[in-house]
């Protein structure tokens, strides 16, 4: 979506991948290198296809939301576009235990959420702003205040608030780790340990992510 030239060319890919995941699930003629691939790791690892059809609804959301008025709008869109590839990955990691999908609902939401103030900027350079409406309004802040690039008491307020919502969900997806599954779950792991970083980071630059 953010690379495509335009908005229509950007739905026009979308639809393809959309018709793509179709043909890798029904049966049909993949036409893609990516949709070829995928056809055998389906079948072998038992790929639950909703996960890409939701991953798929979620970038979609990109085309159609610039802005979420509350948290639950913006959750959604979290764990469309993050919890899914939690889901996706499960059975190619060998986790089976049901209690996975809890963890990995929640690793994603975590992960999604430190991207989102890790790339306030970015994503205002692009016309969006991922953090709550709602939320910005309580803390006293403003999109012109955003754009500004500093870090007002105001806006570090804010930036916590996300974070301490992210760390949140980093300890239930810990709570959540399906006992024994461990060993299946290190590549999650590792990637929750970088974006933990992440956000540790940001904290210790006292919530400045306009300056690199």
């Known amino acids: 979506v953010d690379e495509a030239p335009d908005s229509a060319e950007a739905a026009r890919q979308l639809a393809f991948w959309r018709d793509e995941i179709a043909r890798v699930f029904d049966g049909g003629t993949a036409q893609s290198p990516q949709g070829q691939a995928l056809v055998p790791v389906a079948r072998q690892f038992d790929l639950p296809r909703r ?31 993050a919890s899914t590839v939690g889901l996706i990955c499960l059975n190619i990691f060998g986790c089976r ?23 306030v900027k970015t994503d205002l350079d692009h016309g969006r702003i991922y953090l709550p409406q709602d939320e910005l309004r309580r803390f006293g802040c403003t999109e012109q205040n955003l ?24 300890d239930q997806a810990a709570a959540a780790m399906p006992a024994g599954e461990a060993r299946h779950l290190v590549a999650a792991e590792i990637m929750g340990a970088i974006y933990f970083a992440i956000l540790r980071r940001i904290e210790g630059r006292g919530y400045d992510v306009f300056h690199e």
């Open 97 to 119: 235990h049901p209690g996975g999908r809890d963890y990995a609902m929640n690793l994603g939401l975590a992960l999604q959420l430190t991207n989102i103030v890790r790339d």
């Open 147 to 170: 754009a500004a690039g500093l870090v007002t008491p105001q806006i570090r307020a804010l930036l916590q608030h996300q974070l301490t919502r992210a760390r949140a969900y980093y």
């Open 51 to 81: 996960s890409f059809d939701d991953l798929i609804d979620g970038v979609q959301m990109d085309l159609d939301h610039r802005r979420y008025e509350t948290f639950d709008d913006l959750r959604e869109y979290c764990w469309r576009v």
